[in-house]
């Protein structure tokens, strides 16, 4: 069974910077689009970074752009802030080769989610 893997979840200040990685259990994944979505307290799950399957094209959420950036495996994070305080879950989309959009449903696979913390 694809599994996904989210780690270096943690607790940091405000302006600090943290990279949380995303681990595939096959290599059937590998042309996959990856997402990053994420639940803050008392909210809906967002969309936030996307990356094409073929890794050409990023998509980000406004919250996050010029913050956040995304690779094959990784979402490295600058300034943050305590209202990025959430879980953070990644996801692929074997389909989405050469486009990815911010869409839980079009993402197959899920991780089980890492926590992040900023403090103020």
């Known amino acids: 069974q694809l599994q996904l893997v989210e780690s270096g979840g943690g607790l940091v200040q405000s302006g600090e910077s943290l990279t949380l990685s995303c681990e595939a259990s096959?290599?059937?994944?590998?042309?996959?689009?990856i997402g990053w979505f994420r639940r803050a307290p008392g909210k809906e799950r967002e969309g936030i970074a996307c990356?094409?399957g073929n890794n050409r094209i990023q998509n980000y959420a406004d919250s996050v752009k010029g913050r956040f950036i995304v690779t094959r495996g990784h979402l490295t994070m600058h300034a943050l802030k305590p209202e990025d305080t959430a879980v953070y879950y990644c996801?692929?989309?074997?389909?989405?080769?050469?486009?990815?959009?911010?869409?839980?449903?079009?993402?197959?696979?899920w991780g089980q989610g890492t926590q992040v913390t900023v403090s103020s």
């Open positions: 996801a692929a989309d074997p389909e989405a080769v050469a486009y990815c959009y911010l869409s839980e449903g079009d993402f197959k696979y």
């Open positions: 096959s290599p059937d994944l590998d042309r996959a689009a």
């Open positions: 990356i094409t």
